[in-house]
């Protein structure tokens, strides 16, 4: 199956066919070859850092109603997890200098900080 470039702006698109069976918003990262360009899926990565659902998730089970209510728990809930990481990193520095090198796994690290 043979399939042709085309210009949209200043890019040059590439069709993929609907036989592969490639759902809509799949990221690729290209990759110039000497005899082509290869298109590698990417996967979709866990930002372990970012908790907003799981505060939103929190908030809204604490049963407030009011919009103001809502914001003001997840601003004062995100603020929270900021300080801790702070703590978090000051903690581990100080273990760094004191030689106190601590490893612990990401579900450790997830009770340690109370998720």
Same mark, same amino acid.
């Given at each position: 199956?043979?399939?042709?470039?085309?210009?949209?702006?200043?890019?040059?698109?590439?069709?993929?066919?609907?036989?592969?069976?490639?759902?809509?918003?799949?990221?690729?990262?290209?990759?110039?070859?000497?005899?082509?360009?290869?298109?590698?899926?990417?996967?979709?990565?866990?930002? %372990?850092?970012?908790?907003?659902? @799981? =505060?939103? /998730?929190?908030?809204?089970?604490?049963?407030?109603?009011?919009? $103001?209510? &809502?914001?003001?728990? %997840?601003?004062?809930?995100?603020? @929270? =997890?900021? /300080?801790?990481?702070?703590?978090?990193?000051?903690?581990?520095? $100080?273990? &760094?200098?004191?030689?106190?090198?601590?490893?612990?796994?990401?579900?450790?690290?997830?009770?340690?900080?109370?998720?």
């Amino acid at each position: 199956m043979i399939t042709k470039t085309r210009r949209q702006g200043n890019s040059i698109m590439l069709t993929v066919p609907s036989d592969f069976k490639l759902p809509e918003g799949v990221s690729v990262e290209p990759e110039l070859q000497s005899d082509g360009i290869f298109y590698r899926f990417v996967r979709k990565t866990d930002n %372990f850092f970012d908790f907003d659902s @799981e =505060i939103l /998730s929190d908030v809204l089970n604490e049963g407030l109603t009011d919009k $103001e209510q &809502i914001l003001a728990a %997840f601003k004062k809930r995100k603020q @929270e =997890i900021s /300080s801790a990481w702070q703590v978090i990193a000051e903690d581990a520095r $100080e273990n &760094i200098r004191t030689g106190k090198t601590v490893l612990m796994t990401r579900e450790e690290l997830e009770e340690e900080i109370g998720l």
